[in-house]
């Protein structure tokens, strides 16, 4: 079983819709990420959830609205796509703070048109 | 948090060790080293970390300076598979995951 799987893989879409990427880990991990890898293949977190509780926001726009249903899940929603939102999103999780070590997923490919 | 340098990119044939430097000379005294490497198309993965100690585990070591303000990774028989971007991190234990990547170093591994 894959650690931490995300859906979809890729997604293609129109600028203006309103898309989520799902996020589930069963690692029985308490803590869980969203992190965007830009076109210069920077990495940046976006959030930290503990215990569905936000943690951390890094001053993402209100069109990104995480949603935490319980500890193993933690899905992306994004209104009014940019076609500045292209980029891969990865979602990641943790014990506690993240303290020993972040578990990835695989990626998914936004790219809006 | 501290920043990283790393080169950008180095080679290394396949079988033999990988060594791959990281300043961080403004590494505050709680704060770890973390090594994470990018394999081509995949998400992340957690290689290594440490404090002041020298750290050993499966997939690598990690040599840390008296002064902690260098470390150097060591891949002891790099593979083809070990190809991949490798990303020095430092971050205080409480970071609830916020890890500054920085643009790593591309390694090739080659036959």
């Known amino acids: 079983d894959t ?9 293609v879409t129109q600028m203006g819709n309103d898309k989520s990427i799902k996020c589930e880990q069963n ?25 569905k509780e936000l943690i951390i ?9 995480p949603k935490s249903p319980d500890k193993a899940h933690l899905n992306l929603h994004i209104n009014s796509l940019e076609l500045g939102d292209s980029a891969v999103y990865f979602c990641a999780s943790s ?12 990626g998914t490919q936004l790219s809006v048109l | 948090d501290a920043k990283t340098t790393q080169p950008p990119s180095m ?36 290689i290594i970390h ?25 891949l002891p028989h790099a593979t083809l598979r070990d190809t991949a971007v490798y990303y020095c991190i430092v971050s205080k234990p409480d970071s609830w995951g916020k890890l500054q990547f920085g643009a790593g170093t591309q390694v090739v591994v080659t036959p």
């Open chain 2, 50 to 74: 440490g404090l002041k100690n020298n750290e050993t585990n499966e997939m690598a070591s990690l040599i840390i300076t008296e002064d902690r303000k260098s470390s150097t990774l060591i």
């Open chain 1, 57 to 65: 926001n890094e001053t993402v726009p209100n069109r990104f609205s």
């Open chain 1, 95 to 106: 014990q506690g703070q993240g303290f020993e070590k972040l578990f990835f997923g695989s």
């Open chain 1, 27 to 51: 690692l029985g991990h308490d803590t869980m990420y969203w992190y965007k890898q830009d076109s210069k293949k920077f990495l940046k977190i976006m959030f930290s959830y503990n215990n």
């Open chain 2, 11 to 46: 080679d290394c044939a396949e079988g033999r060790a990988a060594n791959l430097p990281c300043n961080h000379s403004t590494i505050s005294g709680n704060e770890y080293v973390y090594w994470y490497r990018q394999i081509h198309s995949q998400g992340p993965q957690y």
């Open chain 1, 3 to 11: 650690a931490v799987s995300q859906t979809p893989k890729y997604l």
